[in-house]
């Protein structure tokens, strides 16, 4: 089945205590990106990856890290999580950097930070 | 940047009741989809639509790109169509999507 697997799905998490959420897509997607989710903001933007060690800021980056070592690969790093980084998180893939593909979802990491 | 307003925010029906869900953007687009984001949070991927009409089971949407809305239409609501249905409009770079407000939509039994 083709999908985008996040994990974890939940996740408690301290102050200041390094944190990587994993993304994977089965699709052979060039294009992959993550967006968190928070209320009366809607989902913004943090990275995207435009291919293998192609990584660029989306509209929120400050506080993440992200690499892309694999095709298949893109993982969101926290390296000192702080509670304003709670936030419903969603990694995303299209087939291609541009604008004519649709975009598929992961099934969303839920960040606490306390 | 692209501004995407979606309308009504809040809507309740009653199942087996037919709505029309609205979404208005800013500019010409390449790219616009439909999302559900069902009560566990997960968000489904409905409908690809930059233009023109697509139909889906209950489910159809129309784009009408040079009028810059798009519309989801869904008949026969059953209450597992309830959540908050998102409409999203990529830019021209290709490099993001920009999401509405959302329509949150609860079918009563």
């Known amino acids: 089945e083709a999908q985008v697997t996040q994990n974890p799905r939940y996740l408690i998490t301290v102050t200041g205590k390094k944190l990587t959420v994993t993304c994977s897509q089965n699709?052979?997607?060039?294009?992959m990106s993550w967006y968190r989710q928070d209320p009366g903001l809607g989902l913004r933007q943090i990275y995207y990856?435009?291919?293998?060690?192609?990584?660029d800021k989306g509209d929120v980056p400050e506080g993440y890290k992200v690499s892309r070592k694999e095709k298949r690969n893109f993982p969101l790093i926290l390296e000192s999580p702080s509670p304003n980084q709670t936030s419903l998180y969603f990694c995303?893939?299209?087939?291609?950097?541009?604008?004519?593909?649709?975009?598929?979802f992961g099934s969303g990491t839920r960040l606490t930070v306390v | 940047g692209i501004q995407v307003e979606q309308s009504p925010p809040d809507l309740i029906l009653q199942e087996g009741a037919n709505s029309t869900l609205r979404c208005n953007f800013s500019?010409?687009?390449?790219?616009l989809q439909w999302f559900h984001q069902n009560p566990w949070g997960q968000l489904i991927n409905l409908f690809y639509?930059?233009?023109g009409t697509k139909q889906n089971g209950r489910l159809s949407a129309t784009t009408v790109a040079t009028e810059r809305y798009s519309l989801l239409y869904i008949s026969s609501s059953q209450t597992t169509d309830s959540g908050v249905y998102f409409c999203?409009?990529?830019?021209?770079?290709?490099?993001?999507?920009?999401f509405g407000g959302g329509t949150r939509l609860m079918v009563k039994p």
């Open positions: 995303a893939s299209s087939l291609s950097f541009s604008p004519y593909y649709g975009y598929t």
């Open positions: 639509i930059p233009s």
């Open positions: 999203a409009v990529g830019n021209n770079a290709g490099n993001m999507l920009t």
């Open positions: 500019d010409s687009v390449n790219n």
């Open positions: 990856s435009m291919n293998v060690e192609v990584t």
């Open positions: 699709m052979n997607h060039e294009y």
